[in-house]
Nanobody
Framework: QVQLVESGGGLVQAGGSLRLSCAAS????????MAWFRQAPGKERESVAA????????YYADSVKGRFTISRDNAENTVYLQMNSLKPEDTAVYYC?????????????????WGQGTQVTVSS
């Protein structure tokens, strides 16, 4: 079992920045790949970014490339999502997820552990 708790969401103006954090407990953190997903009202959940167990491999959705950075601190059992140059279309509930796989998954169905989500609202 892995328990995930997100924090860092909030209201920000377009062009601003936020950093989301996801604290993990339970199973050894280094044994799981981590990812961030988001879901806007009326839309399906979509992948934002993912990072491998060691941090050596990352994935970004085209919509956030060059603006968002995913990182992890295995000593602190925490994964981060630094979001810069935020746009109104980034508004969504952001979820942290974990997967115990030998490859880096990028679809939501491959992640077995989820946090409760944190709201990010970007005003224009």
């Amino acid at each position: 079992q892995v328990q995930l708790v997100e924090s860092g969401g909030g209201l920000v103006q377009a062009g601003g920045s936020l950093r989301l954090s996801c604290a993990a407990s339970g199973r050894t953190f280094i044994s799981v790949n981590m990812a961030w997903f988001r879901q806007a009202p009326g839309k399906e959940r979509e992948s934002v970014a993912a990072i491998s167990r060691s941090g050596g491999a990352t994935y970004y959705a085209d919509s956030v490339k060059g603006r968002f950075t995913i990182s992890r601190d295995n000593a602190e059992n925490t994964v981060y999502l630094q979001m810069n140059s935020l746009k109104p279309e980034d508004t969504a509930v952001y979820y942290c997820a974990a997967a115990q796989t030998y490859y880096l998954p990028i679809t939501s169905g491959e992640y077995g552990y989820w946090g409760q989500g944190t709201q990010v609202t970007v005003s224009s």
